[in-house]
């Protein structure tokens, strides 16, 4: 379905309920509206009209066996939501929410069969966002959203990329800057003997063990069969953008530099070998301090004569490096909030291949390596990985 025109609101500060009530009625009468929240940009809908929700699933190209997370702007509304025991979730929503948790739980049989999936448990989040609070205390409805990007694309950090991917498709998308954490939220199952980390994300482990006492488990650590049903959606190549990624790995800052070396000299020879003509363009993501320590010198922006000083180059392809430096030390934090911007940069500028940074998979360095790995090329272990697993 194509929308004559897709209306574009602009967030003034201070924020008052009159920029956001066009939105909120399009909610309440059935249609989408993208919103911001602290991980990414949001495609919501009223979780409790079905054909509003399955119009998501058709602006985004999504599989309907993905399911949604319900959206509330406070913990007084997830009773109608669910059944069973809300001890843990309440423990942990007093921490952690409003922020960048979801937990999954027993579903009401008010939660259409289309926003779970056909699951019998149901994603919950109280986003922490001043502009996705008031448009949900607005709307008055449990608003049901993924990420507002076309299915496949990386997440969207900015009302620019869903514009790109969804303009024409929905009638309203709220633009209010950047998204803080750029990755999406840590999703907990908490419908298992043991809490289950199915997505991870800024809210860690660490802290979810410091509330309820238990460890949870990483989805990773489940065998299939117990995976299937509980980690929906997951199967499916996410985050990535046209070019291929390739991760550079190793413990510091040098080893990692000396990595993206070797990637380049490989992507070089493997042009030379297939003979590809013109410029090749490599993105490059990483901290500045890895940058400086790669031996190429002076790599400008544009057309970098590779015959200078890559080890093992010796030939005179044009070499063009765009670097995006996502901070000037190797940060998790920042590499996280900058990767899925960076990433469609990449795509929009063209170029043949993108090389990023590897992080310790600890923090957020967790859901870092998780979004990296899966632009990479899913689970399976990328073609060109070099060095030892950080
Ligand atoms: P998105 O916000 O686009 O990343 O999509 C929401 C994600 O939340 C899905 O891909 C699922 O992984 C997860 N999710 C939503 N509902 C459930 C549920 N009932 N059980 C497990 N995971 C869920
Ligand atoms: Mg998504």
Not at 157 to 170: C, K, M, P
Not at 207 to 213: C, N, P
Not at 217 to 242: F, S, V
């Amino acid at each position: 379905m194509t929308i004559e025109h897709t209306e574009l609101i602009k967030i003034r500060k201070p924020l008052t309920d009159d920029q956001l009530l066009f939105a909120a009625n399009v909610l309440r009468n059935g249609g989408l509206v993208a919103f911001p929240t602290e991980t990414v940009y949001g495609l919501g809908a009223n979780a409790y009209d079905e054909a509003a929700v399955a119009a998501i699933f058709e602006a985004k190209g999504r599989p309907s066996d993905n399911p949604l997370i319900v959206h509330v702007p406070s913990p007084d509304k997830i009773e109608a939501l669910t059944t069973g025991s809300l001890d843990q979730a309440k423990m942990l929503m007093s921490a952690y929410s409003p922020g960048p948790l979801t937990v999954v739980l027993r579903r009401s049989k008010l939660v259409p069969d289309i926003v779970t999936a056909g699951l019998d448990t149901v994603a919950i989040r109280i986003p922490a966002h001043d502009t996705a609070l008031r448009l949900l205390k607005l709307a008055d409805v449990p608003v049901a959203a993924p990420s507002a990007n076309r299915s496949g694309r990386p997440s969207p950090t900015r009302a620019a990329h869903v514009y790109e991917d969804l303009a024409g498709l929905i009638p309203c998308i709220i633009d209010d800057g950047a998204c803080s954490y750029g990755l999406e939220s840590t999703v907990l199952d908490l419908t298992g003997k043991k809490p289950v980390i199915l997505r991870p994300g800024a809210v860690t482990a660490d802290q979810i063990e410091a509330v309820i006492g238990i460890r949870p488990i990483l989805a990773a650590g489940l065998t299939d069969d117990e995976q299937t049903p509980r980690a929906p959606g997951m199967k499916y190549r996410h985050y990535a953008p046209n070019a291929n990624v390739l991760i550079a790995y190793g413990d510091k800052s040098e080893d990692r530099a000396r990595q993206i070396n070797k990637l380049v000299a490989e992507c070089l020879h493997e042009a030379n070998q297939t003979q590809i003509s013109g410029n090749i363009r490599i993105g490059l993501f990483s901290s500045r301090k890895t940058r400086e320590m790669i031996r190429i010198d002076n790599i400008p922006s544009v057309n970098f004569a590779a015959s200078t000083d890559v080890k093992g180059l010796n030939h005179s392809d044009k070499l063009e490096i765009i670097f995006f430096d996502y901070a000037s030390e190797p940060r998790a934090d920042a590499a996280a909030s900058e990767l899925f911007f960076a990433l469609r940069e990449f795509d929009e500028i063209g170029v043949d291949m993108i090389i990023a940074e590897a992080l310790p998979e600890d923090g957020m360095g967790l859901a870092y390596m998780n979004r990296l790995t899966k632009a990479a090329g899913g689970g399976e272990a990328p073609k060109h990985r070099a060095g030892g697993k950080t």
